[in-house]
Each structure stands twice: as structure tokens, then as C-alpha cells.
């Protein structure tokens, strides 16, 4: 049963942009907390960006703060991810992600236990 529904991905330029979205049912949505993590052959999940219930707290991994931003629109269930001035080492899987509690930081690692979910990933290439 799909619980997460992403769609955004593809290739991309350097310097391009991206928009990522994730959909949900309403139930998922008010957990707490959604967003994305990314992950590339042979390293684990990493912290993309996370956005809490309200808005108001949010999460970046390092390599990432200044050009890429999170939101959510309540309306549509939806939390989005738009991804600026692209680079090659941002080529990855990315996958949505809901769980409860609050954003954790980048060097928590990702998510675990129940009530987490995850899309089935899409995946972003940058590439000249």
C-alpha cells in the first residue's frame, strides 16, 4: 500500500533547479514531521531537509543549506522541495519521508521505529 507519493525527479544541469513533491494521506501528514533524505550506492541515508507539522522547524544537511528550500501546503497534503543551483554531487535517490516527533539534525541519522515512512525514492541526476 503506497503511503508516500513523490514525483519531481529527473536530470538536470549544473546550476539547474529541481522540484520535489511528496503527497500523503492526512493522517500521515499530522505525524509531525516530513521531508527528504537522499542516498547514494554504498553510503547511508542522508539528511536532505524536514519540515514539522506547522512549518515552524526545520532541518538542512550541511551541503545543502542556502540552496535548497522545504515547505508544505497544508491543503494538498503535500510537502515540497525546491532545489537550486544544482550540483553533480547532489545526484542521488531521494526519498520522502514521515515520522513523528520533531526534525532530527544531519548527523543523527535517518529516521527508525514505527510510524516512520518512506516513498519508494526518485531519482536526481545533475550532470553537464
Known amino acids: 500500500q503506497v503511503q508516500l507519493v513523490e514525483s519531481g525527479g529527473g536530470s538536470v544541469q549544473p546550476g539547474g533547479s529541481l522540484l520535489l513533491s511528496c503527497g500523503t494521506s492526512l493522517t500521515i501528514f499530522g505525524l509531525g514531521v516530513m521531508g527528504w533524505y537522499r542516498q547514494v550506492p554504498g553510503k547511508q541515508r542522508e539528511l536532505v531537509a524536514t519540515?514539522?507539522?506547522?512549518?515552524?522547524?526545520?532541518s538542512f544537511g550541511d551541503p545543502v543549506k542556502g540552496r535548497f528550500t522545504i515547505y508544505r501546503h497544508s491543503d494538498e497534503n503535500t510537502v515540497y522541495l525546491q532545489m537550486d543551483s544544482l550540483k553533480p554531487e547532489d545526484t542521488a535517490v531521494y526519498y520522502c519521508?514521515?515520522?513523528?516527533?520533531?526534525?532530527?539534525?544531519?548527523?543523527?541519522?535517518?529516521?527508525?521505529?514505527?510510524?516512520?515512512?518512506w516513498g519508494q525514492g526518485t531519482q536526481v541526476t545533475v550532470s553537464s
Open positions: 519540515i514539522n507539522t506547522r512549518g515552524t522547524g526545520k
Open positions: 519521508v514521515a515520522h513523528p516527533g520533531r526534525p532530527l539534525g544531519p548527523h543523527v541519522g535517518p529516521p527508525t521505529g514505527p510510524n516512520v515512512y
